[in-house]
């Protein structure tokens, strides 16, 4: 069986509107007879002659009759399709978004992401799940929606991605600890004992060769895989943890935090998704929520 020609839809629509060839030929700029030809065409596609004279001017047949209003309502239904969606309603919106962030995220800007939702679309849930990895595949299969991250040369060429905010480590501790009180050095810093941040179980990182640099090596006491584990562990002992300063400002209510005492490198944390998602107004929405949700929230000050 050949494919319709659907084009034809659109040309019978405005023939039994106008009912006149002359009338839909300045409706769709055509000459008359290749409207003559258009009309042919689909009296040979249906089987009916569609329009046939009448005095001076063209009546419809019964078919044609039958099918003026359910041509208009396909071609409405095509125009509808194939125009892109500007608006949305968000009070009708009924969804649930996947995010996979770093630890440490959900609990510092989850909740003020979560309430800017709630109140703009009621109807719309946010599930949050872990990122053991940078494997993109989950926002290529579409399993993911949204993704927090450091881009790296990893990343799935493409993958969209904008800059959220930027980053850098610092050190927190317990209220009370040595390191609460008097100038922070190198020296004081590297002969305390650490919580090391790595999803990959390494003992050292970006901040162990820096020390090097100085001479210095950190003892590292404990290796966990996220920043509010490392941030929890430093607020219930004499451990140090240094972690990202935004993404750990909640976390480290009632601590005491301080500067790094030497150059570590400011990084960029951005929001990455997959092309398929980014003309869809209510994928656009949540990724504006995301960005202003974190625009707005300030870490808390280094002590």
Not at 35 to 58: H, N
Not at 99 to 104: Q, W
Not at 196 to 207: A, C, F, I, P, T
Request: proline share 7%; with cysteine.
């Amino acid at each position: 069986m050949s494919t319709p020609d659907f084009n034809l839809l659109v040309t019978l629509d405005v023939l039994l509107q106008e009912g006149s060839v002359a009338g839909a030929a300045r409706r769709l700029r055509l000459s008359p007879s290749a409207m003559s030809r258009a009309l042919a065409r689909l009296r040979e596609t249906i089987g009916d002659p569609l329009l046939v004279r009448a005095g001076r001017g063209l009546v419809p047949t019964p078919r044609a009759l039958e099918l003026r209003e359910k041509v208009s309502q396909l071609v409405r239904d095509a125009e509808a399709a194939l125009r892109p969606t500007e608006h949305i309603d968000l009070q009708q919106l009924d969804r649930t978004f996947v995010l996979r962030t770093s630890e440490g995220f959900v609990e510092n800007f989850g909740p003020a992401l979560i309430a800017r939702v709630a109140a703009e679309a009621p109807g719309v849930r946010l599930r949050f799940v872990q990122k053991p990895d940078k494997d993109s595949g989950p926002l290529r299969d579409g399993t993911v929606d949204l993704e927090t991250g450091v881009v790296e040369g990893s990343m799935g060429p493409e993958l969209r991605a904008q800059a959220l905010f930027r980053d850098r480590h610092i050190g927190v501790v317990r209220a009370g600890h040595t390191l609460s009180l008097g100038e922070i050095t190198p020296e004081r810093y590297a002969a305390g004992q650490h919580v090391n941040v790595s999803r990959r179980g390494l003992d050292k990182g970006q901040l162990d060769e820096a020390l090097q640099g100085l001479g210095l090596e950190r003892q590292v006491r404990t290796i966990v895989d996220g920043f509010s584990t490392a941030v929890a562990l430093a607020r219930a002992s004499d451990l140090i943890a240094s972690v990202p300063e935004r993404h750990t400002g909640v976390l480290r209510a009632g601590m005491h935090s301080f500067a790094l005492p030497f150059a570590t490198p400011e990084f960029t944390v951005s929001l990455l998704w997959h092309p398929r998602q980014h003309a869809d107004p209510a994928h656009r929405w949540l990724r504006g929520c995301v960005r202003e949700v974190c625009a707005e929230l300030p870490p808390s000050p280094s002590q």
